[in-house]
């Protein structure tokens, strides 16, 4: 069983477009990330959520809202999308949101801008 | 806030061969560190981590890291490299966030193992 999903694997669209990724996990853990990595493979934090409550908001374009239904899934939503934000997206998940937790990640969300 | 340092961009070593990857890191207190491991198309997985305690910690897939103060240092090493190993490494370390008591973590920027007949 996949512990953390995300979908879809491959994203690409035109600029200008609103598009989302969905991530859940079944690990039942109380922490979510969002995390973004670019073309040179460095990983950036964008969100975390715990509990459904956000606790890390870095400085990201308000154009990404981020949005937890429940404590399993953890959602990104891109309105005006810019080539810019033409990367790979992970999703992670940790235990709890204690610095000594592990994160477990998805495979990734692909997005290209045309 | 803190920092981590991988020098080395890409490396390679035959088959067979042992491996020390290096990572340095910048924190005020006791850190938590961490080894991922990145193969193509996929996400991070762990491979070790050291908190506290013995400063030689074992991981999965016979990966091993040796914590040194002194150094501020936590390279990741493996007797011998399997061609499986051909991947993207990690150092991290977790540290409180500005919000306290959550974690933020901070990645290297990773160091590319390609193995070699």
């Known amino acids: 069983d996949t512990a953390v999903s995300q979908t879809p694997k491959y994203l690409v669209t035109q600029m200008g477009n609103d598009k989302s990724i969905k991530c859940e996990q079944n690990l039942g853990h109380d922490t979510m990330y969002w995390y973004k990595q670019d073309s040179k493979k460095f990983l950036k934090i964008m969100f975390s959520?715990?509990?459904?409550?956000?606790?890390i908001n870095e400085t990201v374009p308000n154009r990404f809202s981020p949005k937890s239904p429940d404590k399993a899934h953890l959602n990104l939503h891109i309105n005006s999308l810019e080539l810019g934000d033409s990367a790979v997206y992970f999703c992670a998940s940790s235990r709890t949101a204690s610095p000594n937790q592990p994160q477990h990640f998805g495979d990734g969300t692909r997005l290209s801008i045309l | 806030a803190q920092s981590v340092t991988q020098p080395d961009i890409h490396i390679t070593v035959s088959e067979g061969a042992s491996l020390e990857l290096r990572c340095n890191y910048s924190?005020?207190?006791?850190?938590?560190l961490f080894w991922y491991v990145q193969s193509p198309g996929q996400g991070l997985q762990l491979l070790l981590k050291?908190?506290?305690?013995?400063?030689l910690v074992q991981g999965i897939k016979g990966f091993e890291a040796e914590f040194k103060r002194s150094q501020s240092s936590f390279n990741l090493r493996k007797p011998s490299v399997h061609w499986s190993d051909a991947a993207e490494y990690f150092c991290a370390v977790g540290a409180m966030g500005n919000s306290g008591g959550y974690q933020k973590v901070t990645f290297g920027t990773g160091t590319k193992l390609q193995v070699i007949p």
């Open positions: 050291y908190f506290s305690g013995d400063t």
């Open positions: 924190y005020g207190a006791t850190p938590y």
């Open positions: 959520y715990n509990n459904k409550e956000l606790i």
